[in-house]
C-alpha cells in the first residue's frame, strides 16, 4: 500500500486534515487554558464535542475526496532541523488509509463523547470538564498519529495517546486501583516503546529519515519491524504484554470503549498498516506476527469465557480480536487485518457503550447482578446484541466479512494452526459473547437489574448510531479496499466463509443451551476458571517486579548509601585522621626537632656513604 | 552598551550585592524587591546577547565568539580578563539568568532569616555563574569556578535544614578536591605554553594550541575531568548531590540543578574535550559507560528513594548522564542534543525542586508515604506536577523529549564509541525507567484516596507560586515544540567544535606517530623537540 509521495507546497496544505488535527488540540488548549470554563463542566463538554464534530465533518470531506480523487499527498513542514537538514517534520499524510481511519477515529470519539455527556452526568463540575478536557487531547493525539506522514511524527502521536490513556485510566482518582492500573499501563506500554525508538535509531540511521518507506536493506527491514513489533506488542495488547488493558477497564466506560477498544489500542494495528512497506521486506517478522497474533486472538478467548465482570469479558475480547487483525497482518493480508480493525472498532464501540448502559442502569460491572434486562432497557438489549452478532460474525453483519477476510488470508499458513486457533476462536468468541447476552439480557432478573430503567437519549443515540456500521460495513468493502490500494471480491460461498458461519452460529447456539437455557453445564469451564484465577501471566509479571526490579533497586540503592558513599565519607574521615596522627608530630618541644634533625643527618650520611 | 554587554551583565549583580550590603536590614520588602528586580534587568539585559541589533558579530550562523573583551589583567602572567559567548555558553547563560531571579523570588515565601545574606549569596552566586560561563581565559574561569562554590556553600550550610553543615562541608570538599587538581593541570599546560612560546598566557584560544604528547594529555584530561565529573554529578562521584539537594533551601536546590551541575557538562565541552583530544578520545567511551551506568544506576536510586527531594536529586544524576552520553558520542545531534538537554533539564529539574519545596512548606516533610489523594485538594498543583513530571519522562511535545532523542540517535550513530547500539539500547532503559520512578512518585503523592487528616486543609497553588511555575511550564513546551530556535544557534558552534577537535586529534596522533618512527632512525633530539608544539593558528578551537 506504499503510494508515491509528492510533497505539497503550502498553497495546497490540506485544510479539513488541519481542521481535524487542530480543532480539537485548541480545545484542549481552551480548556487547559481556562480553568474557569473547565471547572464549569458543562461548557468544556460542549466545547469538546464542537471540536469532534467538527473534526468528524473534516474527516468525511477527507474521506469523499478521496474516494473521489485518490492519491497520497503529503504536506510536511520541519520542527527540528539538524545541520539545516529536516529531521523532524510535521505535517499530514492523506491517503485512503489516513482517510478511513480518521473517520473511524472522529466517529467513535464523536459518539463516545455524546454517550459521555449522560454517562458521566453524576460526575462533580470540575471532573466532568477535566474529562472532557482529556477527550479533547486524547482525539488531537489519536489524529496526529493517524495523520503522521513519517514515523516520527507517528512516535509522538503514540507517546501521546499514550499519556492521555494513563490520564483517562486514572480518571478516579481517589481509588487505588485505578492509580495502579494506570501505571501499570503506561510501564507497560513504555517498555514495549522502547522498541518503537530503538526502531527510529535505526531507520535514522541508515536511511537519514523517519519514512517508512525509504528504500531499505532486508536486514534493516527485518530489525526495524521486528522492534516496531515490539512496541505493537505493547500498545495492543498482545501476548505477552497485554496484562495491562484488562486492568484499564478501571477507566469510566465511555473511555475504554474508545480508548481501550476502538482506537488507542488499534494504533499498534494501524502502525503496521501504515509501515507496510518495512513489514513487507521482513519475512521472519510477519512470520512471528503470525504466531504471537493467532496465539493471543486463541489466548484472550479462553480467558473471556470465564469472566464474571461484563467490561473484562470485552477486554479480553479485545485481546483476542487484535490478535486477529495482527495474525492477517502477519500472514500478509494488509487489508484483512486493517477492515477487520475498522469494522471492530466500530462493533466494539457499541458492545462497550451498551455494556455502559447497562452498568449505568444496574451500578454493577458483575454479570452476576444483571439478567433479563431484555425487557427493561430494549434499545439496549438490541443494539448489544447486534454488536455481539457482528463480533461473532454472524454472516450478513460486519464482523462476518472482515473475520473472514483474516481467516481466509491465513489459511494454509505453518500446517494450519493459526487457521485452526483461529477458527477456534471464532467459536469460542460467539459463544462467550452469547454467554454475555443471555446472562445479562435473558432469565431472571438479579440484584439490583429488577428496578433498571432504560437510558436516557444520550446514551442512546450513540448506540443506535455505531449500530450502522456495525451492520452495514461490511458492503462497503469493496470501495474501502480500493481506497487503500487492495482489491476486494465478495464471496459467501466457499468453505471459508460457511465454516466461520457455522461455528459462529454453533457458539451462540451452545451458550443458549448452557446458560439460555440452563440444560447444560460445561464441565471444562470449572478448571478453566480456577486456573484463570490463578492469574499465572500476571504472577509472573508481580514475581518479576517485586523480586527483581524492586530488589535490584534496593540493592542499589543500600550500595549507594553504605559502600559508594561510605567510601566516599571513609576517604574523607580518613584524611582527618592522617592530619590529626601529624599533628602529634608538631610537638612544639625545641629537643624534639634537634632530634629530628640529629636523625636526617645520619640517615643522609649513610646513604651517601653506601656504595 | 552593546560591546560591554558581557560585562554589565558580570558586574550588575555585584554591584547589587554592594548596595544590599548597605541597606539596613530591616527594609525587608525593599531587599527582596531590589534583589529580584536587579536579576529581572538582568534577565532582560541577557536577552540582548540574542536579539541585539547593533553588533556586527552577532551572527549566530557563525561559530566565533560574540561580544568579546578582553583587557590584559596581571601582565607579567599573561592573564587577562576575557569574555565570551558562542553558541554553547550563551544558552547557558540565559538559562542562568531565567533560573535565577525564579530561585531567589521562590525563596521570599520560605527564607525568613538573614534576608539581606541571603540576598547577596544569591547575586555573588550569579556572577559567578555568569563568569564561568562566560570567562575565555582559564584563571579568570578559574576564579569564577571557586567563586560562585562559596555562595552556594553559604545557601546550604546557613540556610540548609538538619544536617546542613555535614552536607555543605561535603559539597563543598568534593568539588574543591577536583578543582584544585584542575589547577594544577592548568599550570602545567601554561608552563608548557610559556616553555614554547616564550611568554605566559591564560588565553582558551592560544593554550588550544599547544600540543601535548598523548601521556602528558592523560594527566591532565584526568584532572581536568575528575573536577568536572564530580561537578556534573558522574557516577561514581555523585553521593554529594541527594545530600546537598536534601539539605538545601529550595531557591539553592533550584539554582544548584538548574545551573551549578551544568558547570560540570559545559567544562568537558569547553576545556577538557578541545584542550586534550587525544586523551578524551581514549577515555571518552570509558567515560560514556559511566555515563550510561549513571543513566540506569541513578535511575533505580530515585526508584527507591522515601524523600521525593532525594528521588529528584538522583534523576539528575541520570539525566546528566544523557547529556554526558551526548557529548561523548561527538556527532552533532549528540552534543547539540546535550546541550538541549541542559536546559532542559535546568528547566524540568529546576521546576521539580520547586514543586517539592511548595508542598514541604505546607506539609513539612517529603517523605512519599505521607502524602496520598493530593489531586483533591490541590489540583492545580497536580496538574504542573504531571506536566513537569511528562517532560522529565519525556514525552513529545515537551523540552525532555526532544533533547533525549537526538543525544540518544545521536549516541546510536555515534563512530567514535565502540558498541554504540549497546551503550544506546541501556540508555534508552533509561527513558523507561524515568517513566517508572517519576509515575511512582506521582501515584503516590497524586492518587488514592486522601486518608492523611494532615493532608485535608492544604491549600493549592498561591499566587506567587504561579508566578515562578509558570514560565518554566512555558519553557516547556518552547522547547519541546519549536526546538530550532535553540538548535540552530548552537549548531555552527558545535560544529566547528567537532572540526576543531578532530583536526587536532589527528595532528597530535601524527605527532607521536612521527616520534615513535622518528626514534629508531637516531634522530632522538628532533623528536623530543616535537613532543610538544604550538601549531598553527586556526589548527585549534
Known sequence: ?611 | MSRHLLSVLLFLPLLAALVVMFTPRQYLRTLRGFSVGVMLVEFLLSLRLLFDRHVDAVDWSSASYKFVEAHSWVESLGIQYKVGVDGISLWLVLLTTAMTPIALFSSWQSVDTKIKEFAIAFLLLECGMIGAFVSLDLFLFYVFWELMLVPMYLIIGIWGGKDRVYAAVKFFIFTMVGSVLMLVALLYLVSQYQHLSGHYSFDLGELGRVQLPAKAQYFCFAAFALAFAVKVPMFPFHTWLPDAHVQAPTGGSVILAAVLLKMGTYGFLRFAMPLFPVASHFLGPTLAVLAVIGIVYGSYCAWVQKDVKKLVAYSSVAHLGFVMLGLFSLTTQGISGAILQMVSHGVSTGALFLLVGIIYERRHTRELDAFGGLAKVMPFYAVIFIIVTMSSVGLPGTNGFVGEFMILSGAFSSEVLPFARVFTAFAATGVVLAAVYMLHAVLKMFWGPLDKAENRGLPDLTRREVYALAPLVVLIFWIGLYPSMFLSRMEPTVNAFIEGYVQKRNATVDLEEARLGAAPAGAGAEAAQADIRVVAPGGAQ
Open chain 1, 1 to 611: 500500500m506504499s503510494l508515491p509521495v509528492g510533497a505539497l507546497p503550502l498553497e495546497a496544505a490540506p485544510i479539513p486534515a488541519f481542521v481535524a488535527l487542530f480543532a480539537p488540540a485548541v480545545a484542549a488548549l481552551v480548556l487547559a487554558a481556562a480553568p474557569a470554563l473547565r471547572r464549569r463542566g458543562a461548557p468544556a463538554s460542549w466545547v469538546t464535542l464542537t471540536a469532534s464534530l467538527l473534526a468528524t465533518a473534516a474527516a468525511v470531506t477527507l474521506l469523499v475526496t478521496q474516494l473521489r480523487e485518490g492519491g497520497s499527498h503529503v504536506w510536511m513542514a520541519s520542527w527540528l532541523q539538524i545541520n539545516g537538514a529536516g529531521v523532524g517534520d510535521f505535517g499530514v499524510r492523506l491517503d485512503g488509509v489516513s482517510a478511513t481511519m480518521l473517520l473511524v477515529v472522529c466517529v467513535v470519539a464523536t459518539c463516545v463523547q455524546v454517550f459521555s455527556l449522560g454517562y458521566m452526568h453524576d460526575e462533580k463540575p470540575p471532573a466532568f470538564g477535566r474529562y472532557f478536557a482529556y477527550h479533547a487531547l486524547f482525539l488531537f493525539s489519536m489524529n496526529l498519529l493517524v495523520l503522521a506522514p513519517d514515523l516520527l511524527q507517528l512516535f509522538a502521536g503514540w507517546e501521546l495517546v499514550g499519556a492521555t490513556s494513563y490520564l483517562l485510566i486514572g480518571f478516579y482518582y481517589q481509588k487505588p486501583s485505578a492509580g495502579q492500573a494506570a501505571l501499570k499501563a503506561f510501564w507497560i506500554t513504555k517498555l514495549a516503546d522502547m522498541g518503537f525508538l530503538m526502531a527510529l535509531m535505526v531507520l535514522y540511521k541508515t536511511t537519514g529519515t523517519f519514512r517508512w518507506d525509504a528504500a531499505v536493506t532486508a536486514a534493516t527491514a527485518t530489525t526495524v519491524s521486528g522492534l516496531l513489533f515490539f512496541a505493537v506488542v505493547g500498545k495492543s495488547a498482545q501476548f505477552p504484554l497485554h496484562i495491562w488493558l484488562p486492568d484499564a477497564m478501571e477507566g469510566p466506560t465511555p473511555v475504554s470503549a474508545l480508548l481501550h477498544a476502538a482506537t488507542m489500542v488499534a494504533a499498534g494495528v494501524f502502525l503496521i498498516v501504515r509501515a507496510n512497506p518495512l513489514f513487507a521486506h521482513a519475512p521472519a517478522t510477519r512470520d512471528v506476527m503470525l504466531l504471537v497474533g493467532s496465539g493471543t486472538a486463541l489466548f484472550a478467548a479462553c480467558l473471556a469465557l470465564v469472566q464474571t465482570d461484563i467490561k473484562k469479558v470485552l477486554a479480553y475480547s479485545t485481546c483476542s480480536q487484535l490478535g486477529y487483525m495482527v495474525a492477517a497482518l502477519g500472514a500478509g493480508s494488509v487489508f484483512g487485518g486493517f477492515f477487520h480493525l475498522a469494522t471492530h472498532a466500530f462493533f466494539k464501540a457499541l458492545l462497550f457503550l451498551a455494556a455502559g448502559s447497562v452498568i449505568h442502569a444496574v451500578h454493577s460491572n458483575e454479570l452476576a447482578d444483571m439478567g433479563g434486562l431484555r425487557r427493561r432497557m430494549p434499545v439496549t438489549a438490541t443494539t448489544f446484541i447486534i454488536g455481539a452478532m457482528s463480533l461473532a460474525g454472524i454472516p450478513g453483519l460486519a464482523g462476518f466479512f472482515s473475520k473472514d477476510l483474516v481467516l481466509a488470508s491465513v489459511e494454509g499458513r505453518y500446517g494450519w494452526v493459526p487457521f485452526g486457533a483461529l477458527m477456534a476462536t471464532a467459536f469460542l468468541t460467539a459463544f462467550y459473547m452469547g454467554r454475555v447476552v443471555f446472562l445479562a439480557f435473558f432469565g431472571e432478573a438479579r440484584g439490583h437489574a429488577g428496578h433498571a430503567h432504560e437510558s436516557g437519549g444520550s446514551l442512546l443515540v450513540p448506540l443506535l448510531v455505531l449500530t450502522v456500521p456495525s451492520v452495514a460495513l461490511g458492503w462497503v468493502a469493496a470501495p474501502l479496499a480500493h481506497l487503500s490500494g487492495a482489491t476486494y471480491e465478495l464471496h459467501l460461498v466457499g468453505v471459508v466463509p460457511i465454516l466461520a458461519a457455522s461455528l459462529g452460529l454453533g457458539g451462540f447456539a451452545l451458550a443458549w443451551v448452557v446458560y439460555g437455557r440452563g440444560t447444560l453445564v460445561v464441565s471444562a469451564l470449572a478448571p478453566l476458571e480456577r486456573l484463570v484465577a490463578t492469574r499465572a501471566v500476571n504472577r509472573v509479571y508481580e514475581v518479576g517486579y517485586r523480586r527483581v526490579l524492586l530488589v535490584v533497586a534496593d540493592v542499589l540503592g543500600w550500595i549507594d548509601r553504605y559502600l559508594i558513599d561510605g567510601l566516599m565519607n571513609f576517604l574523607g574521615w580518613s584524611a582527618v585522621a592522617g592530619g590529626r596522627a601529624l599533628r602529634r608530630v608538631q610537638t612544639g618541644n625545641a629537643q624534639d626537632y634537634v632530634f629530628a634533625v640529629v636523625l636526617g643527618a645520619i640517615a643522609l650520611a649513610a646513604w651517601g656513604l653506601l656504595p
